[in-house]
């Protein structure tokens, strides 16, 4: 990873290293959805478990079976290509009944179940993802790394984007820069590049969080968010007991999302992100600009379920759940460093 996406890690690991992705069964990921489709309904529910193809190519393959237009197949969330993946998609079909799928020959795309809804799976519309990780050739402090890993499933991790939102050695940063200077890309690109430059201010402002010891604390200013919610409330004081519901992970410290809108961070917290802020001029004001509105991210994300296992002195397995928009990624940066 290029250096300067290299952020400060939140536990002072990590103390072991390894191979990870060395084939698509060595990172199984399984969407989780709020709901279970109704049973009825114009749209048809798709279970997928796809192996090496990422979910925009299954959606054509999709919409080239059965005719579905590809405005008119949804699914909550793009996954990755180099793992085994197993996600919902539907599929408009109004007064239509279901396709034949014994037809259906793709032989890294399998159909797990069915099932009729009355919507369409929007994006961003699940609760979180299960993982199953085995890490290879592991070199490390046994010892060491299972403290960290006991720290984590209590006390959670930084919620840093995963370097996967920002390309290759960072180039979708470079891409956001040739943006904001007048570059035209296409939508989607353009979508792509500025998630990109916010991400990068954000999990910047984490790091110096973390290097300041108070990623997980109460800042005088702060903005806190309630633990699995969005609602979001200022602190002007730091009283006891709301310190306590922070390290009972009840409540999170949130880093600015950066846009246009009311700055609503004050006093400490404010001149931290100001300071991060002020070392990338160019990314700020270009967001400001392409007229993005100010948000807000928890710095912290509990990892539910957390297990692990040194299966022998070079493989390391592990097994959590996460919450939507939170990445696998940055608990692997806390326990290990991963090499080519």
Not at 202 to 215: D, M, S
Request: contains cysteine.
């Amino acid at each position: 990873m290029t250096d300067f996406l290299d952020w400060s890690n939140a536990y002072g690991g990590p103390y072991g290293s390894g191979l990870i992705r060395q084939t698509p069964e060595d990172f199984v990921v399984e969407e989780v959805l709020p709901f279970s489709p109704s049973g009825d309904g114009e749209h048809l529910f798709l279970f997928i478990e796809k192996r090496g193809e990422n979910t925009e190519y299954v959606a054509r393959q999709l919409s080239k079976f059965t005719g579905v237009l590809a405005r008119d197949i949804g699914y909550a969330g793009l996954k990755d290509r180099h793992a085994v993946t197993r996600q919902w998609f539907s599929l408009w079909l109004p007064g239509k009944s279901n396709p034949d799928w014994q037809y259906w020959d793709q032989a890294n795309i399998t159909l797990i179940d069915t099932a009729r809804h009355h919507k369409k799976l929007r994006r961003g519309v699940l609760i979180g993802n299960k993982f199953n990780l085995i890490v290879r050739q592991w070199e490390g402090d046994v010892e060491k790394t299972e403290t960290l890993l006991k720290a984590i499933a209590k006390t959670g991790i930084a919620n840093y984007y995963g370097e996967q939102r920002f390309g290759h050695d960072g180039k979708n940063i470079e891409k956001a820069r040739l943006l904001f200077q007048g570059k035209s890309f296409n939508r989607n690109q353009r979508s792509l590049y500025l998630s990109a430059a916010r991400s990068f201010l954000f999990n910047g402002i984490l790091a110096r969080r973390i290097e300041l010891n108070n990623w997980n604390q109460i800042v005088l200013g702060d903005v806190l968010q309630f633990d699995g919610s969005n609602s979001f409330f200022q602190t002007d004081t730091i009283e006891r007991d709301m310190a306590v519901r922070v390290a009972g992970l009840e409540v999170h410290p949130t880093g600015c999302l950066w846009g246009r809108g009311e700055v609503l961070v004050q006093a400490e917290s404010l001149r931290i992100e100001q300071a991060v802020l002020r070392q990338h001029v160019e990314l700020k004001e270009g967001l400001e600009a392409m007229g993005l509105q100010l948000g807000r991210r928890a710095f912290r994300v509990r990892v539910e379920g957390l297990s692990w296992d040194f299966v022998d002195a070079k493989t390391l397995t592990l097994s959590f759940f996460l919450p939507a928009g939170s990445y696998a990624t940055a608990l692997l940066k806390e326990i290990i460093v991963v090499r080519n």
